[in-house]
């Protein structure tokens, strides 16, 4: 009887699975490396910055990103193992890996699309605003599993499907509970005004915020953007008080969106120092330069 050829895809599949995680991989490596070094990502829109600032960007206290980096890295490497093992003299040993390996295809692919389908959702219903980065990472990661399922000759359907079924139910009870704080009412009550700031201004840092709030310089911002906390966090809780600062998300306390829509806006926080908009993060003794601040400086 003559064996029945094994279609292309099944053929191409491995190296398809290792092209696409090493694309995620460079998306979500390039988010990381924007979160870790408090920049801006490159968008033709405010939305990256929105989305990659809010609450939902941050695990554990490490970007997100960082996690969607080594998952990419492990489905790749999931993918290229077996190539490493010389057919002719460990063909046995080969099959092994390519079995396991294709176990740990779909457990890792499933998890991947199911939690970037359940991101997708709070991208578009939970922070409004749309990330190119991340729309490209979850069509990777689902590109993934519709690959794992399609490139492989499952033997037993049934327990593919049950497997499927396991992982996706913990990977959803899993993204609930890591950010059911979030929606917690304690999580809503700071969130409407932004978190609380744990670090204590020094005298100079008072002295800063006052002076630029006296050369009617503003901070531009939003309740739920990491790099508004952090910004203040430098300044301290009663130096943070002293500032001219502009809420821009209308569900924030005291919010001014109008404002922060003629000053133009993109993203989160901005400073308007003399006119002029300077956007991200800056250190204290930049700002104290760039608004003629001549007081000490021991921040």
């Known amino acids: 009887m003559r064996k029945r050829s094994q279609p292309w895809i099944q053929r191409k599949s491995r190296f398809i699975i290792a092209a696409i995680s090493a694309l995620g991989a460079v998306i979500t490596a390039y988010l990381a490396i924007t979160a870790f070094t408090d920049g801006s990502a490159a968008c033709p829109t405010d939305g990256c910055d929105k989305v990659l600032s809010s609450p939902y960007a941050v695990v554990f206290?490490?970007?997100?990103?960082?996690?969607g980096f080594l998952a990419y890295v492990a489905m790749g490497v999931f993918a290229v193992s077996p190539w490493l093992i010389n057919p002719e003299s460990n063909k046995s040993q080969r099959r092994t890996v390519e079995d396991w390996t294709w176990r740990f295809l779909l457990i890792g692919s499933v998890a991947m699309g199911v939690?970037?389908?359940?991101?997708?959702?709070?991208?578009v219903?939970?922070?409004?605003a749309l990330c190119l980065y991340c729309v490209a990472s979850a069509?990777?990661?689902?590109?993934?599993l519709g690959l794992t399922l399609v490139g492989q000759d499952w033997e037993d359907i049934g327990q593919v499907i049950?497997?499927?079924?396991i992982v996706a139910f913990i990977t959803f009870v899993g993204s609930l509970a890591i950010y059911s704080p979030i929606h917690s009412p304690t999580a809503e009550t700071e969130t409407s005004s932004g978190y609380a700031i744990s670090t204590t201004s020094t005298p100079d840092s008072i002295a800063l915020a006052q002076h630029l709030r006296e050369r009617g310089i503003k901070m531009y911002g939003a309740f739920w953007c990491d790099f508004c906390q952090r910004q203040k966090e430098l300044f301290?809780?009663?130096?943070?008080?002293?500032?001219?600062?502009v809420e821009c998300d209308a569900n924030g306390v005291n919010p001014n969106p109008?404002?922060?829509?003629?000053?133009?806006?993109?993203?989160?926080?901005?400073?308007?120092i003399d006119g002029?908009?300077?956007?991200?993060?800056?250190?204290?003794?930049e700002l104290a330069d760039l608004s003629g601040y001549t007081g000490s400086r021991d921040f």
């Open 236 to 245: 301290g809780r009663e130096a943070a008080e002293e500032l001219d600062y």
């Open 162 to 165: 049950f497997t499927g079924i």
């Open 61 to 67: 206290g490490l970007p997100l990103a960082l996690f």
């Open 125 to 128: 219903f939970e922070i409004q």
């Open 139 to 144: 069509i990777c990661a689902l590109a993934l």
């Open 258 to 272: 109008a404002a922060c829509q003629a000053a133009g806006i993109q993203s989160y926080p901005s400073w308007e």
């Open 276 to 285: 002029e908009l300077q956007a991200g993060m800056i250190p204290l003794n």
């Open 115 to 123: 939690f970037s389908a359940y991101l997708m959702y709070i991208m």
